[in-house]
């Protein structure tokens, strides 16, 4: 099956520092990868688009120059938080369009990186 | 605004229990359904997709009622493992991400 292979898995960082997280596919290619953040009981909540070869879309209230998105190439896109404060510390989950759902319902099916747990200090 | 709306429980129910949740979503031409189950600290997975005509796996029953915009997920018999939160998930159209509820938190007791 399909897989997206996210780290680090947990990362601390001091305020003011930055943060890199690589979401892979392994044996798929993936033209567009979502990126989610959780905080502590809510739902995920998508925070941009990533697209192989172009800029991102981000959605609205979700600062661009805060969170670099690069989608390089067809198996990688990776998430900088920048200038981290203690507010951005949260769940970071990658997702990926794997392909068709092989029972009746035909929707696209969207496979999920592990997370990475971000704790700014 | 887009919406997908879910109670976010908690449901604590005894072991052999049949529970069942419901979520609605705002956009009536949505395209997809999906309810997710996760489990504390990890990111969520598929547990089935919702067929327009209702489907069923084992102990688990969705179904979609377009006409009322909610999906629903029934599960029999539960069991402690399937103590976790579940997540309706809704695709608008094509290749566009998910929009998830904030969960329904399930805590079966023995």
């Known amino acids: 099956g399909a897989v997206v292979s996210q780290h680090p898995s947990w990362v601390i960082c001091k305020s003011g520092t930055s943060v890199k997280i690589e979401c892979r596919s392994l044996?798929?290619?993936?033209?567009?990868m979502f990126w989610y953040r959780q905080f502590p009981k809510q739902s995920l909540m998508l925070m941009a688009t990533?697209?192989?070869?172009?800029?991102?879309?981000?959605e609205q209230g979700v600062e661009k120059d805060k969170f670099l998105i690069n989608h390089a190439s067809l198996t990688l896109s990776t998430l900088t938080v920048t200038s981290a404060h203690p507010e951005d510390s949260s769940f970071y989950i990658c997702?990926?369009?794997?392909?068709?759902?092989?029972?009746?319902?035909?929707?696209?099916?969207?496979?999920f990186g592990a997370g990475s747990r971000l704790t700014v200090l | 605004r887009k919406e997908v709306e879910q109670d976010p429980g908690p449901f604590n129910v005894p072991e052999g229990a049949t529970v069942a949740f419901n979520c609605t979503y705002s956009?009536?031409?949505?395209?997809?359904f999906f309810w997710y189950r996760q489990d504390c600290r990890k990111e969520p997975k598929l547990l089935m997709s919702?067929?327009?005509s209702g489907n069923e796996d084992g102990r688990f029953t969705a179904q979609l009622n377009r006409a009322s915009q909610y999906i629903s997920l029934l599960i029999r018999d539960s069991k402690l493992s399937d103590s976790a939160t579940y997540l309706c998930?809704?695709?608008?159209?094509?290749?566009?991400?998910?929009?998830f509820g904030k969960g329904t938190r399930l805590s079966v007791i023995a």
């Open positions: 997702s990926a369009n794997y392909g068709r759902d092989r029972g009746s319902s035909g929707a696209n099916v969207l496979t």
């Open positions: 044996d798929f290619q993936a033209t567009t």
């Open positions: 990533s697209n192989e070869g172009s800029k991102a879309t981000y």
């Open positions: 956009n009536s031409a949505s395209q997809s």
């Open positions: 919702v067929y327009s």
């Open positions: 998930a809704v695709m608008w159209s094509g290749n566009t991400p998910l929009v």
